[in-house]
Nanobody
Framework: EVQLVESGGGSVQTGGSLRLSCATT????????IGWFRQVPGKEREGVACLRPSDGSIYYKDSVKKRFSISSDNAESTVYLQMNSLRPEDTAVYYC????????????????WGQGIQVTVSS
């Protein structure tokens, strides 16, 4: 059974940093794409950063490039999202998700989701 559990969210001021963690069970990293997504009320969920550990390919949403970094620790079965230079527009519920044999960062392609964690950036 695949399970994803996010941690590390919270509230920071503009310019601050947070590191989100996604602890996985039942996921063999070589067989999955792992992504971070976010959603604000009234808007569609969007892909922020996605990683395919098997070949190291990474996608970032344009607005987070050079600020966010996705990485994985295969030994710990954990995926991280380091978020620097945070802005109020980064405020959202962040979700970790896994896609078996995936290669995209499209929400509809992902099969398994965590429960989500709140990130709030105040100005």
């Amino acid at each position: 059974e695949v399970q994803l559990v996010e941690s590390g969210g919270g509230s920071v001021q503009t310019g601050g940093s947070l590191r989100l963690s996604c602890a996985t069970t039942g996921v063999t990293f070589d067989d999955y794409a792992i992504g971070w997504f976010r959603q604000v009320p009234g808007k569609e969920r969007e892909g922020v950063a996605c990683l395919r550990p098997s070949d190291g390919s990474i996608y970032y949403k344009d607005s987070v490039k050079k600020r966010f970094s996705i990485s994985s620790d295969n030994a710990e079965s954990t995926v991280y999202l380091q978020m620097n230079s945070l802005r109020p527009e980064d405020t959202a519920v962040y979700y970790c998700a896994a896609d078996y044999w995936g290669s995209s960062c499209a929400v509809d392609d992902y099969d398994y989701w965590g429960q989500g964690i709140q990130v709030t950036v105040s100005s």
